[in-house]
């Protein structure tokens, strides 16, 4: 082998270790951001906000619609008090999973669990 092939196989080498290095620490950052449980929260069909469940607090969602309570509790949502007669979204309790969202029909609102991929180590 000579001492062009040998370079030509080094600059190669470095590039595939370039290549491999950038994919990696890009498979990092978007495996932490996935790690944020949060919910997204939409009126009358429009995502008005993202919200994390990571950190609990309580809130309002106030709109021409009605009016809601929001509680975060846990990594769970709930809604705990609402405008709306029927009072169907309250009795819906705390959802913490991406499979049923939290819905308030008469006050057309609807708030969808997102990023709960982890779900299954945090449970076991
Ligand atoms: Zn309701």
């Known amino acids: 082998m000579n001492d062009k092939k040998l370079s ?13 290095l950038s994919a990696f620490v890009y498979f990092i950052i978007q495996g932490k951001s996935q790690q944020g449980k949060a ?9 008005i906000d993202t919200v994390s469940l990571e ?10 619609f009605g009016k809601n309570e929001i509680r975060i509790k846990n ?8 405008s709306c007669e029927n009072k169907v979204c309250i009795s819906q309790g ?4 991406s499979t049923a969202p939290l819905v308030c029909v008469p006050n057309k609102l609807v708030i969808q669990v997102i990023n709960d991929e982890t779900d ?3 449970t076991v």
């Open 8 to 20: 030509n196989l080094f600059w190669i080498f470095t590039f595939l270790i370039i290549i491999l």
């Open 39 to 47: 919910v997204e929260i939409y009126v009358n069909g429009e995502l």
């Open 55 to 64: 950190k609990d607090r309580t809130f309002f969602i106030n709109n021409e």
């Open 75 to 82: 990594q769970k949502i709930s809604i705990i008090s609402a």
């Open 94 to 97: 705390e959802v913490h999973t």
């Open 120 to 122: 299954v180590d945090l």
